[in-house]
């Protein structure tokens, strides 16, 4: 597959398609519909509903697709993560939105479930005379000539269910940040949609003139939909789509097979590891923090950020996750696109994120003609905070890339050349561990000697030390852990607040921030310290709300947070965990396990009183959580086998 470079790159696919395959359709693990009567007077089709996160995300790490509850795709940035949302409705709710919908007239229900241990996505609409259709969404992914084959193409299958069901299909997708309505032209079996620099195709088996018409007719046979690049396939419509879904099912299911589970909570596990697979970009490695921009972390808060680019801290707490269940192929990917931007500081500053292409300069714009999510803007572009000095950054990399010394499973395995290269960002770490900087939590007008940052050098210091170890070097070793010794001495009386009898949020502060808790996660304290014991009574006392817990007592360029950010409550549980209070960790792990959308995946924020899910989405950084939760907190495989 070639991609060209920038916005406005043409989308094109070469001589990737595959041979066609006799191949059997897959059957949804769903209840089978009523039976109904041939006929229904024509009513009024149901309202559209308000935007929301209760969607479920498709992709190939290559791009994502997300379908709400009535399978209607809502949002779709092509050709990767960070590009152009070619269906925007999502956050553009008004008559010019994007996106692509299957409607049922006399809509009364749907149901909606993965297949299982899949990225496969099935919806079922039943009309009020029990009459459906079964509408399958995947983004192809599976081995096909000996490489991974992700091509830019969304695959569509509808299934009649029973009846004489009538649908509708609107598929309006525009260009340019919805400022572009495309211009269409007709094939024999294909509709292109053209726009200034782009073009998709989108080849059918259904009455092209019912399709552009937007017209209802009855559903009597299946009904395949491939939209991508604007190339002829080298196979019939219905066989290259069938033979794609089943290809990629297979894959899926074995990838889901190949993962290390906790005996409890299986299932939650195997979503939220598949969500995090997804987020990866695996054309460079990078793995993004969330595939949309600007939900708002809370309702009318202006707190509207684009998280679809390649934060190290975010993309760090991914492959730890992953790897506590034995998927290393993700820090593989992912430590390629690490050591180009090791390589390139040159032992110098290192932005806390980057794009998935490893641009430096993702300049910050608000797109003032789209409303936003349920109208509350501002859309935004591009992240002013790659411009930040965060120092936790260095640690970050560090912690990153220290597993790749010491696991002998991996095909490439880190000696002393990637040893020099992290060398270079420790001693960077040590340079800055006692520095200003804006923090884990971005903040824009403020600076201080944030205790999560210098935390994170500590880690950088400690685990070069290890590494030094374990590759036979005893002066590297003594050096590191000298610095590392350092670092945890200031910290230690620094950040203790002896009025808040806790540690705090940066040297010398009153303020308490739920990222101390990651002193256990790294290692830099044992967790029945007293001084930690008496930290987390302080968060809980200040920080929680119910079982959620918010990020930090102090107001910031927005006021006070009014959302829980769900990765805090999920550090909560595993302190409670390892200072003995399980129990009462494993409660709020199943109330943080009721808050997920009915497809089992987080946003990055929880609203206490109501319960909604806010902030942008999927958030890697709430299933890396999960993970971590179930992992810790799972009774073990010997008690039942």
């Keep these: 597959m070639e991609i060209g470079e920038g916005r406005g790159a043409q989308l094109a696919v070469g001589t990737d398609a595959v041979a066609p395959m006799d191949l059997q359709a897959l059957t949804a693990d769903l209840p089978a519909p009523a039976s109904a009567p041939a006929l229904v007077l024509a009513v009024p089709a149901a309202p559209e509903p308000p935007a929301s996160l209760n969607v479920g995300v498709i992709g190939n790490c290559t791009y994502s697709a997300l379908v709400d509850p009535r399978a209607r795709i809502v949002w779709c940035c092509l050709p990767r993560f960070d590009g152009d949302p070619v269906f925007n409705s999502l956050i553009d709710p008004s008559e010019n939105g994007a996106f692509w919908a299957i409607d049922l007239e006399n809509f009364d229900r749907s149901e909606q479930a993965y297949e299982p241990n899949t990225a496969v996505l099935r919806t079922r609409l039943y009309d009020r005379l029990g009459q459906g259709v079964e509408i399958t969404d995947l983004a192809p992914r599976f081995m096909h000539r000996n490489r991974m084959f992700r091509p830019l193409t969304l695959i569509r299958r509808l299934q009649v269910l029973g009846g004489s069901p009538r649908i509708r299909v609107r598929l309006r997708p525009r260009f340019d940040w919805g400022r572009i309505a495309p211009s269409t032209t007709l094939g024999s079996t294909h509709i292109r949609y053209v726009g200034q620099h782009t073009a998709l195709r989108l080849n059918c088996d259904a009455p092209l003139s019912y399709l552009l018409a937007e017209s209802w007719f009855v559903a009597d046979r299946p009904i395949n939909f491939i939209l991508g690049p604007d190339e002829t396939l080298l196979s019939g419509i219905e066989d290259t789509a069938r033979g794609f879904e089943q290809e990629t099912v297979a894959h899926w299911k074995g990838w889901s097979r190949a993962l290390a589970l906790p005996l409890e909570w299986q299932d939650a596990v195997i979503r939220a590891a598949i969500t995090l697979k997804l987020s990866l970009f695996e054309d460079t490695g990078a793995i993004v923090a969330a595939m949309t921009t600007s939900i708002p972390e809370a309702p009318d808060s202006g707190r509207n950020w684009d998280y679809r680019f390649c934060w190290l801290r975010d993309a760090f707490f991914v492959v730890r996750a992953l790897n506590g269940i034995s998927e290393v192929a993700t820090m593989e990917d992912y430590l390629r696109w690490l050591n180009n931007v090791v ?262 924020d929880t609203h206490a009183a109501t319960g909604e899910m806010w902030g942008n989405f999927p958030q890697t950084y709430s299933m890396v959580g999960l993970i971590n939760a179930a992992v810790r907190l799972s009774a073990r495989w010997d008690t039942v086998i």
């Design 343 to 604: 390589v390139r500081s040159r032992g110098g500053h290192i932005q806390p994120l980057y794009g998935i292409g490893q641009e430096t300069h993702l300049p910050e714009s608000v797109m003032t003609h789209l409303p936003g999510y349920r109208g509350m803007g501002p859309v935004r572009v591009g992240n002013q905070a790659a411009e930040h000095f965060q120092f936790d950054v260095y640690g970050n990399i560090i912690l990153g890339a220290s597993q790749a010394f010491h696991d002998h499973r991996l095909l490439h395995r880190a000696g002393r050349p990637e040893f020099i290269h992290l060398e270079a960002v420790g001693e960077q770490a040590f340079r800055v561990h006692d520095q200003p900087d804006a923090g884990m939590w971005e903040l824009r007008t403020r600076a201080r000697v944030h205790t999560s940052s210098s935390l994170m050098c500590w880690a950088a210091c400690d685990r070069l030390a290890k590494v030094a170890h374990s590759l036979g070097l005893p002066t590297r070793n003594a050096v590191w852990r000298g610095r590392a010794d350092t670092i945890r001495a200031r910290i230690l009386r620094d950040a203790w607040s002896e009025r808040r009898q806790a540690f705090v949020e940066s040297f010398g502060g009153e303020d308490l921030d739920a990222s101390v808790l990651l002193m256990t996660e790294v290692g830099f304290i044992d967790p029945c310290d007293p001084r930690f014991l008496s930290t987390v009574t302080a968060l809980e006392r200040s920080l929680c709300d119910g079982p959620f817990m918010r990020r930090y007592e102090a107001p910031d360029d927005f006021g006070r947070p009014a959302t829980a950010f769900n990765i805090c409550t999920f550090w909560r549980i595993d302190a409670l965990a390892r200072i003995g209070r399980r129990e009462e960790a494993r409660d709020i792990f199943e109330m943080m396990l009721a808050a997920r959308n009915p497809l089992g995946l987080l946003s990055e």
